[in-house]
């Protein structure tokens, strides 16, 4: 059966699946509250720190040797008849690399095509910028770098690597022989804003079709760049997101942060027929209140995890509603309205 | 009907009014849990970005083409027929300036006395020393700037322009032609201490008259003072307000912080009749636990918008409590006791 | 009666006790949820910001001079009447000091052995070196600070008076005469695991006895040194413990941090018969995600007070769960199962 065929045929008791990292906890708590079955992809044994968190635990553990096992027809097969729908995070889509992930022949929560736009950092700034967004400027030629810049790999979403360099020869002495971009540095606070598109709810902040909601904001926790001020002898610095904190934003930006996210969804729906569920616009909002887009996430991030029973933005939508339960509540929805195939892919 | 009489005339069907920012979803979260019609003031088209938080969504929007339309007899006639109250915040006197909001003939939670004593930061000085509180020095003389010192203008709550001056030439070369006022730095940690005054509730932590309560904590993000340690570049700093960050304090420091709270009211009941409502006291708090107040807001506060559902500091008095269901829950309070007329003006 | 025999006589109508600082809103608010009757130990008059918190107001205050007044057989056998078990935090050992808490003749919770092995630095490195936990290295011989090193005296957990030296010249001008312990400067961001042992409690994370649980995770605001980058003017730095704000882990650590939990608990069984209850592991995860623990507390720490009706790891586990609250569960558990003398000491 390829995927529309299995869309099709999805029935009543669905297996919420994931692989067990990023947000998974998140993901398996909301798909449980909301009445599915869970499902854990694991390599080797079941991480046991699920047994610590009674209402997280997936009802089954499925393990794998590689994470590519997954593109096997006998896999395939096995999951199928479970029923699943999977949730992709970025550890999912990592492990398995992107152009793997394309290929997964499991219906998936989401429109995949949008890997393609994301993973390329070069059309990711073509679909941000053709939405109006505001971007750091991309530096072409490295010699060209005359104040500080951000150097950044190309799908290295967990920012390790990533380096400042004030001119060409700093650029030159760190640059590894990878894919990369090299970014304007924006002196700013940075947001992380977790919108949730969905193309078959018509109630809320409407769009050409569908609606737009933002579920909370977070930001990333850096290391060691993020504590570096405690010791500013600043050799060896590092941008590995190791976690993340909660934060609000000025009520006063609201506006504009709505748009920048219906714009995006928009220009998606043109570009390659729409982006679906959790995306997250990483921002930096500089002194004069302009808000600058250095990256999309165009699936769940690690930074809904502080929001599991609520966010300062979500308890304005309904109580106690996390990303991953609104995932859960999205497939719910389309099961009841015959609309899965609009939300899978 | 002057202000005094609309109070008296207040009857069973209230509308909580605000203008549509800073906490404004927050109030109306707060009115609506407690049973409040709503009304949302907005200059131009109702702000879309309501459509996403149905539970925050105001029952109603009244635009007006410019904010200090709301002193024009035909507006307030149409306000007051709603029976409302408005409920102000740091934007909604910012957008009609303090002098206009003064006048404004509307039933209005809190002490506008408090005004004057707020927005010159003469006053302030005087009411918060005479508090008994420490503070940052004031360094009247420009030439005087020994150490760090931070320069800030009156009324200019949002931080926009402010900077930090070291010696008499960086001050020059930085001030613009406004009233300003010069503070000593003080190395230390912020902490945004939102408190509630109720003249009217009798338990609790007692005053000479009614009762305290502390809400929540924040700390202000600024930008891009907070992200400058990311790149120590700083030639072009701004302390602009853009967001906030959920916070607790030391416990041992409670006590001090609930006289210093205690302070403030009792002497503004001296001072002017009396604080009423929230109110937040803008600390740092140095390495030897000296805790310097720098400034007073005599309203709800924006940093207290991370507390949706309930902080550490409210859910030991009630689940769920946001300071705009407080607010709410006094106005309820005042109408059943017959003492509107002690909380509004 | 010494303390195993007032563990049998433990009857029907407990009383939780602790000194009133620290953390104990969190623990009356968590005892009393759990139906306990409360008893708050203050020097001098009940401190009266209790009265701002009725749901963690404890039902009776018992006034000491001394704290070590806790030491007289007279004031024992006051408490032992009212059928008080204790519940130790950081401020309750510090105001008695460490050898004095040891000797307290009332049913504390927690297994008091874990004192010696927790105040002093050395058996402290033993202990978390012979768990296979990552340190920060000690430098034994001042002469061999090459690099920054922080200097920090024993027992004092609040942070006060600790300094960064990178040099002989550096720690010699800033050394007082105190037993202390000189470790490497690890540069990474800072998490503190709030994690909950239970010997009795056998489902969940699985140890060789019991059970292993993590309630919650922060990050410590120290006065000056966590805003000094806002004037990096740094000649008078301090570590102060002022407050606490909310973290959450990167996921795909939580596997390692788990093992660090569990490894710590099985050697203090080893060790001296078991660390009982809420403990703390205070690590910093450098740019390559090695996690260095640099300190363990052996109880209940004020990291957890931003979490009183639950965390993004505590919801996992069951609705409003604090850690406070969790200690109240855990007594209940071992009441009704005839197994306090497990959990008491």
Redesign the interface.
């Known amino acids: 059966m390829n995927i529309s065929e299995q869309i099709k045929g999805l029935s009543g008791d669905i297996t919420v699946a994931t692989v067990c ?5 998140q993901i398996f ?1 909301g798909a449980k509250k909301e009445g599915f079955k869970t499902l854990g992809i694991c390599k080797g044994k079941p ?3 699920y ?6 635990r997936p009802d089954e553990f499925f393990t794998v040797k590689e994470y590519t096992d997954l593109l096997k027809k006998s896999v395939v097969n096995e999951l199928q008849k479970k029923n699943c729908i999977v949730v992709p995070h970025g ?1 999912f889509v990592e492990y398995m690399k992107p152009e793997n992930f394309e290929k997964l022949q499991l219906p998936t929560f989401g429109n995949r095509k949008v890997l393609a736009w994301e993973s390329d950092r070069n059309k990711e700034r073509e679909w941000l910028e053709y939405s109006g967004l505001k971007m750091p400027k991309e530096v072409k030629n490295p010699k060209d770098i005359k ?2 810049a951000i150097v950044k790999y190309h799908g290295a979403k967990g920012g ?1 690597g990533f380096f ?1 360099a004030s001119d060409y020869n700093s650029y030159n002495e760190n640059v590894r022989d990878e894919p990369h971009t090299i970014q304007e ?1 924006i ?5 992380y804003f977790h919108y949730f598109y969905s193309p078959i709810k018509e ?4 769009l050409s079709k569908g ?4 579920l909370s ?1 977070d ?1 990333r ?13 600043n050799t ?20 504009k942060v ?1 748009k920048m996210g219906k714009d995006v969804v928009e220009k998606s729906i043109k570009l390659f027929g729409g982006l679906t569920g959790p995306f997250c616009l990483e921002c930096i ?5 302009n808000i600058y887009c250095f990256e999309i996430s165009a699936r769940i991030v ?1 930074g809904t ?6 966010s ?2 979500a ?5 106690e509603l996390s990303t991953g339960r609104r995932i859960a509540q999205e497939l719910k929805l389309a099961m009841e309205t015959g609309k899965l195939k609009e939300i899978l892919s």
């Open positions: 990292s990023h947000s998974s906890l708590h991480p046991a720190y047994d610590a968190f009674p209402l997280a550890s104040g500080p390790r400042i540095f002196p700013g606070a940075r947001f109630d809320g902040y409407k609606s737009l909601e933002m904001i930001r926790v850096e290391s060691n760049i993020d504590e570096l001020y405690r010791w500013p002898d060896d610095i590092g941008f590995t997101v190791v976690g993340n904190v909660p934060l609000v934003l000025r009520e006063s930006l609201l506006p709505f909002i500089d002194k004069d209140l690690a995890n502080p929001f599991i029973t609520g300062p933005y308890d304005f939508i309904q109580p």
